[in-house]
T-cell receptor, first 114, second 114 residues
Framework: GAVVSQHPSWVICKSGTSVKIECRSL??????MFWYRQFPKQSLMLMATSNEGSKATYEQGVEKDKFLINHASLTLSTLTVTSAHPEDSSFYICSASAKGTEAFFGQGTRLTVV | AQKVTQAQTEISVVEKEDVTLDCVYE???????LFWYKQPPSGELVFLIR??????QNEISGRYSWNFQKSTSSFNFTITASQVVDSAVYFCALSGSVGYKLSFGAGTTVTVRA
């Protein structure tokens, strides 16, 4: 399968700061990327869908001003958690797909806000 | 709306026992895709299988097998002769299209004891 790389794998940040997570498709052009969030011992919930060159579409209840998503190229999408707070501590995972093809997942990023 | 129900929260078995994970789904789409993923403690999602709604054939891959029944909207997963390495959280997921967003079930934690 295709390779999706997510960076960093884990990050600890202070409350009130912002943190950026990168999702890269290494061997294909990802027209669509998805960002999911997983709280401990819970399922994965879709946060937003981003198409290259377009504004992201956020799921209900996800604050678009807090979770900034940029999909500026066909190989890179970023998720920035702004003014992070301890309740934002979670596992964030992206997936990427080319048009009409399978979506592949990154390794995930474990965010801890202290 | 799409919904995936995994009624079993946790299953604990002794090595070499068989274990079956239940998955029931709801969708209004006539074309849809069903998935199973494994999530080991490290967090990454390991793709196990994808099935489209027109293919009801059961599938076997090594010790893994899947039973898809549209009549009962179920897509159950069986691990035969379980091993300790099978210990993980298993997610069933549903998508309306290839490369589209996934709706995940709550997950079933499988613990295989030596």
């Amino acid at each position: 399968g295709a390779v999706v790389s997510q960076h960093p794998s884990w990050v600890i940040c202070k409350s009130g700061t912002s943190v950026k997570i990168e999702c890269r498709s290494l061997d294909f052009q990802a027209t669509t990327m998805f960002w999911y969030r997983q709280f401990p011992k819970q399922s994965l919930m879709l946060m937003a869908t981003s198409n290259e060159g377009s504004k992201a579409t956020y799921e209900q209840g996800v604050e678009k001003d807090k979770f900034l998503i940029n999909h500026a190229s066909l190989t890179l999408s970023t998720l920035t958690v702004t003014s992070a707070h301890p309740e934002d501590s979670s596992f964030y995972i992206c997936s990427a797909s080319a048009k009409g093809t399978e979506a592949f997942f990154g390794q995930g990023t474990r965010l801890t806000v202290v | 709306a799409q919904k995936v129900t995994q009624a079993q929260t946790e299953i604990s078995v002794v090595e070499k026992e068989d274990v079956t994970l239940d998955c029931v789904y709801e969708t209004r789409d006539t074309t849809y895709y069903l998935f199973w993923y494994k999530q080991p403690p490290s967090g990454e999602l390991v793709f196990l299988i994808r099935r489209n709604s027109f293919d009801e054939q059961n599938e076997i891959s090594g010790r893994y097998s899947w039973n898809f029944q549209k009549s009962t909207s179920s897509f159950n997963f069986t691990i035969t002769a379980s091993q300790v390495v099978d210990s993980a959280v298993y997610f069933c997921a549903l998508s309306g299209s290839v490369g589209y967003k996934l709706s995940f079930g709550a997950g079933t934690t499988v613990t295989v004891r030596a």
